[in-house]
C-alpha cells in the first residue's frame, strides 16, 4: 500500500508540474529569459520559404530573416502598410542643419526584465559596425551616413569612441550624419539600427542569435531554433505593449517547396503562408485569404561594366537597348498567368513607393521603355548583329516556377531579333554568390522589396558603392547619386527621375520586366497581422480564432 500510495503522489506531481510549464515555457535559462508559463491554444504558425542562416538582426535583415527577427524586437520606427512611422521613438527632433536626429525612446523593457536604454540603440549599430561588410548586407545605411562609421568598419566596438552615435541619457539617443539625409528615420527600422546589449551579442560575433537564452524587446521571445527546420517563440511578458499580444506564441516552419507549403497551408499545418506560386494560388483562392506582400520589382540584370564584365557585346549600350526594346512584358506576365498579382513594368522602381507629386513614383516616372521588336532590331544591327548573326547570351537564375517560365520567355522573345539566350541555373546560394559577390555571370536574374519607401530603395543599387563587387552602373550614375544625397524636397524627386532616366532608357544598364507583390495566404481566422511593405509581415497583434 506504501508502495502504491507514494507511486500515485509521484504521478500526481508529474501531472502537476507538467500543468504548470507546458512545452512552450519561456520561463528562463534555455527558453529565452522573461517569460511565464503559457497556454498552447493559441499559438500562431507560418512559414517561411528559406532558412535564415544567422538570427542577429544586422545579418538576417533580408525578407527570410526579418520574417522572424520582426517579431523579436521593437525598433525606432517601423515599415507599416502606410509607410514608415513611429515605434520605440517617442519624439523625434532634427537639428536646422539636418545633421543631428535626437530622438527620445518609449519605455520598454528585455524579456529578462532590465530596461531597454539609450546605450541598447547605441551598442546595436556598434554591433553591426563590428562584423564588418562582408558580413552585413546593408552596412552601408551606418557607413554612408554616420559619422566616423568607415572607420570602424570590421573594428571592435570598444574602439567605437568618436562614432556619431550617442546617448545622451538613458531615454536619448543622438545620431550625427555626414550629410543631410531627408529619410534618416526611414533606416532606423533597418535590423542594423536594432537595440542589442554586450552581454548577450558579443562584438564581432553573429553566432550568438542562433542558440535560445538571449533576452529580446519585441513582442516574442525565442524558445527552438532550427534554420533548416523551425524556430519557436513565446509571448514577451515584459514587452511594453503585452497586454495586447493576444498569443501565446509563434512556430515559424521552414518549407522551401512551394507545393509542400500550399498542402501545408491546406491542411492547416500553417496558418499563413508566404512562399507560394503566384500562379497556382491565383486560381484557388479570393482575395479573403489570398493577398501580395511588399513592392518588388523583377528584372534582368547586366554586367556591363568594363572591370567585371563577362560579355564584352554588354559594352555596347546598342546591345542593351535592344534587349530592352525586345522584350514583351505583357507576354511574360500573361505566361505567369498569376492574376492581379504581377504586371508588366516600364521602368525601375515598382508601383507603390511614395512620390508628393501624385503619391506613386511609378505613375509620376511614366514608362521608359517599350516593347518594340523592329527598334530592337535596329538597335542590335547598329551593334553588328542580326537573326544571321545572332549575339550569344548566357542568362543566369536560380530555379522555381516563375523563374523558368519568364527564363523562356525570355529566351524565344531574344531568339526573335537576334540574340540567342543560353540558359544557365544555379542553387539559390550559390546563384547569389555568383551574381552579389562574385560578379561571375553575363545577364542574371534580379528582384528586389522596398527597405523603406523612398525610390532610392531601388536606384541606389546601381551605384558603385551599394554593391559587393559592382557590376552594372557607371560613374556618371553615381554621380548622380552623390547629387540627390545633398538635396530635399521636389528637387531630390525630380532628380531621382531624372536619374531613373538616365538608368533605364538612356543606358539601358538594367531591364525591367514586372512588378509583384509575394503572393501570400492568410486563412480566415487570423487578424492582426500587417505587411510591413518589405515583402514580409509583423505578427506582434496577431490573433487566432479557429
Request: hydrophobic share 35%; net charge negative.
Amino acid at each position: 500500500m506504501k508502495k502504491l500510495l507514494v507511486l500515485l503522489l509521484s504521478l500526481l506531481m508529474i501531472v502537476s508540474l507538467a500543468a504548470c510549464t507546458g512545452s512552450n515555457n519561456g520561463g528562463g535559462g534555455d527558453n529565452g529569459g522573461g517569460t511565464e508559463p503559457v497556454a498552447e491554444d493559441k499559438v500562431f504558425k507560418y512559414a517561411i520559404g528559406d532558412s535564415p542562416n544567422y538570427l542577429d538582426p544586422a545579418i538576417a535583415s533580408d525578407s527570410i530573416g526579418s520574417y522572424v527577427i520582426n517579431q523579436f524586437y521593437y525598433p525606432l520606427y517601423y515599415f507599416s502598410p502606410t509607410g514608415i512611422l513611429p515605434a520605440a521613438a517617442a519624439d523625434t527632433k532634427v537639428s536646422d542643419d539636418g545633421l543631428v536626429y535626437t530622438i527620445k525612446i518609449n519605455a520598454n523593457n528585455w524579456s529578462d526584465g532590465q530596461p531597454v536604454k539609450a546605450d541598447d540603440f547605441v551598442y546595436g549599430p556598434k554591433h553591426a559596425l563590428s562584423l564588418g561588410d562582408a558580413e552585413v548586407s546593408y552596412l552601408a545605411w551606418i557607413t554612408d551616413y554616420i559619422v566616423n562609421a568607415k572607420d570602424y568598419v570590421g573594428k571592435s566596438t570598444d574602439e567605437m569612441t568618436d562614432l556619431g552615435i550617442k546617448a545622451l541619457d538613458d531615454e536619448t539617443v543622438e545620431y550625427t550624419l555626414v550629410k543631410p539625409c531627408s529619410f534618416f528615420t526611414s533606416l532606423l527600422w533597418g535590423g542594423i539600427y536594432y537595440p542589442l546589449r554586450p552581454d548577450f551579442a558579443p562584438s564581432g560575433d553573429y553566432t550568438w542569435a542562433n542558440t535560445v537564452g538571449y533576452p529580446t524587446c519585441g513582442a516574442f521571445t525565442p524558445t527552438y531554433i532550427d534554420p533548416a527546420e523551425k524556430i519557436s517563440s513565446v509571448k514577451n511578458v515584459n514587452w511594453f505593449d503585452a497586454d495586447k499580444v493576444k498569443v501565446s506564441g509563434l512556430e515559424c516552419l521552414v518549407i522551401t517547396d512551394m507545393e509542400s507549403q500550399l498542402m501545408a497551408y491546406q491542411t492547416e499545418e500553417i496558418d499563413f503562408a508566404t512562399s507560394l506560386s503566384a500562379g497556382t494560388v491565383s486560381k484557388l483562392y479570393d482575395d479573403k485569404e489570398l493577398f501580395a506582400s511588399g513592392n518588388v520589382n523583377y528584372y534582368m540584370e547586366l554586367n556591363m561594366r568594363p572591370e567585371t564584365a563577362k560579355n564584352e557585346a554588354l559594352l555596347d549600350v546598342n546591345v542593351r537597348k535592344a534587349i530592352l526594346y525586345g522584350v514583351d512584358r505583357q507576354a511574360i506576365v500573361d505566361a505567369i498567368d498569376a492574376g492581379t498579382i504581377y504586371y508588366p513594368l516600364y521602368g525601375f522602381v515598382p508601383h507603390g513607393i511614395v512620390d508628393p507629386t501624385d503619391g506613386d513614383f511609378r505613375t509620376t516616372g511614366g514608362d521608359l521603355c517599350s516593347y518594340d521588336q523592329e527598334a530592337a532590331k535596329k538597335y542590335l544591327a547598329e551593334a553588328g548583329y542580326s537573326v544571321d548573326n545572332p549575339l550569344e547570351l548566357e542568362y543566369y537564375y536560380n530555379q522555381n516556377t516563375t523563374h523558368d517560365t519568364v527564363a523562356a520567355v525570355l529566351k524565344e522573345q531574344l531568339a526573335a531579333i537576334g540574340i540567342n539566350l543560353t540558359l544557365k541555373t544555379g542553387d539559390v546560394r550559390t546563384f547569389f554568390d555568383d551574381r552579389d559577390n562574385q560578379a561571375n555571370f553575363e545577364a542574371a536574374r534580379g528582384a528586389m522589396s522596398a527597405d523603406y519607401n523612398d525610390s532610392l530603395t531601388y536606384l541606389d543599387m546601381a551605384t558603385y558603392t551599394y554593391q559587393t563587387k559592382a557590376s552594372w552602373g557607371d560613374t556618371v550614375y553615381d554621380e548622380l547619386m552623390l547629387e540627390i544625397a545633398s538635396m530635399s524636397g521636389q528637387e531630390r524627386i525630380a532628380k531621382l527621375h531624372e536619374a531613373e532616366k538616365y538608368l533605364v532608357e538612356d543606358q539601358a544598364m538594367v531591364i525591367p520586366l514586372f512588378g509583384y507583390g509575394s503572393a501570400c495566404l492568410r486563412k480566415p481566422y487570423v487578424t492582426g497581422d500587417f505587411d510591413n511593405g518589405q515583402g514580409n509581415s509583423i505578427f506582434w497583434y496577431v490573433d487566432v480564432n479557429k
